[in-house]
């Protein structure tokens, strides 16, 4: 298709599996970091399949651009039926030898992904994926180093690894997927190392429940003073006052959520940069 239609115009997702492509490139030593970093820039500056194409063409599994259909489809609701996709898989496996590695953002899971760390970690982000299957295996094998999976609410999640002086965390087991939801298997081998599974919703799912509730509360409001009228105008005030109190330790507990979250990220950041400066010299 990149060759019949060179100026039709990529999608995201289509930068999103060339930069797939580039990570596992870079994995298994087929690109060094100096190459790896000019193609990812390269791919996300490319706006066509003809700019595409050249980025991966000497690497082995080049991804097809694909077919281009000129009927309209269904948009994508978000619901569990539209995020189970079928096919192989964006990514396949993930290793961090004294590094890192992250999937995460819109990428689609294989029914098997395999990952390894070494004296390094990963994780694995399924909150904004896609699904090849409606049962997902995650295998994780982690010596002296440690693996991350992040699922979203609504998924079962199942651990079946097995840790020696290391562990898998099992706090995320027992709890009912919603209909249609994906089952998540996490299974492997932790020796010196650890395995964890948390459940977590996105930023802007986040932000989105957050408005939720503010307007609930300004309804719940404007209801109490139509109720109450004039007369009762204390008792409402105090009762606002419980709200707005409520909502603050509320927002208080997101903002420090919010504010662990990120230094995780850029403590992993710098522990990946000392990695490849390291890997460099």
């Not at 002296?144 to 998924?155: A, I, K, Q």
């Not at 522990?271 to 390291?278: G, N, T, V």
Request: aromatic share 6%; net charge negative; hydrophobic share 35%.
């Amino acid at each position: 298709m990149a060759d019949e239609l060179p100026e039709l115009r990529a999608s995201d997702a289509d930068r999103e599996r060339v930069s797939e492509q580039l990570r596992d490139a870079l994995a298994e030593g087929r690109l060094d970091m100096e190459e790896f970093e000019e193609r990812l820039e390269a791919t996300y500056a490319a706006r066509t399949y003809g700019e595409l194409a050249p980025i991966t063409r000497d690497l082995p599994g080049a991804v097809p651009a694909p077919r281009v259909s000129m009927v309209k489809e269904p948009l994508d609701d978000g619901s569990w039926g539209s995020r189970i996709v079928g096919g192989e898989g964006s990514s396949s496996w993930g290793v961090a030898v004294l590094s890192g590695f992250e999937r995460k953002g819109r990428w689609t899971v294989p029914r098997r992904f395999n990952c390894f760390a070494f004296m390094g970690g990963g994780e694995i982000d399924l909150r904004e994926a896609n699904f090849a299957d409606r049962e997902v295996v995650i295998n994780c094998v982690a010596f002296m180093g440690g693996l991350n999976v992040v699922v979203p609410p609504g998924v079962e999640v199942v651990v079946r690894g097995i840790g020696i002086m290391g562990g898998f965390d099992h706090r995320e087991e027992g709890r009912p997927g919603d209909p249609g939801a994906p089952r998540v298997v996490v299974t492997g081998f932790a020796f010196w190392g650890g395995v964890g599974v948390e459940r977590k919703v996105t930023r802007a799912e986040r932000q989105r429940l957050k408005d939720e509730r503010r307007q609930e509360k300004l309804e719940r409001r404007e209801a109490r003073k139509e109720l109450q009228g004039s007369r009762d105008g204390g008792l409402g005030d105090m009762y606002d006052a419980l709200d707005e109190a409520r909502d603050l330790m509320r927002e208080h507990h997101d903002e420090r959520r919010d504010r662990h979250e990120e230094r995780r990220e850029r403590h992993r950041e710098r522990r990946e940069d000392r990695h490849r400066r390291r890997d460099d010299y």
